[in-house]
């Protein structure tokens, strides 16, 4: 069973920087996909920004130029470097992996991010 914990989150002023980091129990397969969403308060669940098992990602409008993910496999851990946040970057942010062979979707828990005007 897979579990993902993520970390980091926190307090920021805007303009200001974060670093999320999640650590997955089991292995990062090469072939997975990682990634983060987050969720406003009131608001959907939206894709922040996707690492695939090519190395390929994508990135959210609203954050690209901003955010850059990456993973570390061998760590067993996904980051997500976060610059220049804005108040409206403010929301829990939750790590993904989707095993493309079995189909199977993990989820964290949410780390809470919360940037002030």
């Known amino acids: 069973q897979v579990q993902l914990v993520e970390s980091g989150g926190g307090l920021v002023q805007a303009g200001g920087s974060l670093r999320l980091s999640c650590a997955a129990s089991?292995?990062?397969?090469?072939?997975?996909?990682m990634g983060w969403d987050r969720q406003a308060p009131g608001k959907q669940r939206e894709l922040v920004a996707r690492i695939f098992g090519g190395g390929r990602t994508n990135y959210a409008d609203s954050v690209k130029g901003r955010f850059t993910i990456s993973r570390d496999n061998a760590k067993n851990t996904l980051y997500l470097q976060m610059n220049s946040l804005k108040p409206e970057d403010t929301a829990v942010y939750y790590c993904y992996k989707h095993n493309p062979l079995s189909g199977n979707d993990y989820w964290g828990q949410g780390t809470q991010v919360t940037v002030s005007s």
């Open positions: 089991g292995r990062i397969f090469g072939v997975d996909t």
